[in-house]
């Protein structure tokens, strides 16, 4: 079991509209939405212009001979620095993995939802998405690399079907245990 606190820096601003560049500050950040959309919207925080988030992320693990189980919750507070941004509000994602342990090759998946908007007076899971992820890791000895394609499957509550709007991503990772 692992719990911590995080926080997020603004790395990225709005820049202020002038007459030679009146660009909304919505079409500022289209990129950005974009990356939160490819990932399932996981970890706004990370994508969030114009805020300093605050990040309490829990994970707990199971190990067994062949088969690995991890889940973990991340509640997250989104707090504006600039003119530009909205009001603090609070971030939810969590998250469950299962991997099969067959040496050094580890297939798994993992199923993902993200609520980026917990502070709505009428929240009715509307802003939330699901992802699917099917991944491959492989470990030698402390370091590993994983890849996977993880597929961003909507609204909860709707019925998953094919849509111009769903996105995909490709990730990529290597690291070392300690």
Do not use: K
């Amino acid at each position: 079991m692992r719990m911590g606190v995080g926080v997020a820096v603004p790395l990225a601003r709005h820049q202020d509209a002038d007459e030679l560049d009146a660009r909304r500050p919505e079409t500022q950040d289209a990129n950005y939405t974009t990356a939160a959309a490819v990932r399932g919207l996981a970890d706004p925080w990370l994508w969030a212009l114009d805020t300093i988030s605050v990040v309490l992320p829990m994970a707990v693990g199971l190990d067994l001979p062949g088969f690995q189980l991890r889940a973990d919750v991340a509640l997250g507070m989104l707090i504006p620095v600039s003119r530009t941004a909205r009001d603090t509000h609070f971030v939810a994602q969590a998250s469950l993995e299962a991997a099969l342990g067959l040496g050094m090759l580890e297939p798994g998946a993992r199923v993902q939802v993200v609520s980026p908007r917990l502070t709505e007076a009428t929240w009715d899971g509307e802003d939330s998405r699901v992802s699917l992820e099917p991944f491959v890791r492989v470990r030698l000895g402390p370091a590993f690399a994983r890849a996977g394609v993880r597929i961003d499957l909507g609204d909860p509550r709707a019925h998953p079907a094919p849509s111009a709007s769903r996105m995909w991503a490709l990730g990529l990772g290597l690291g070392v245990g300690f």
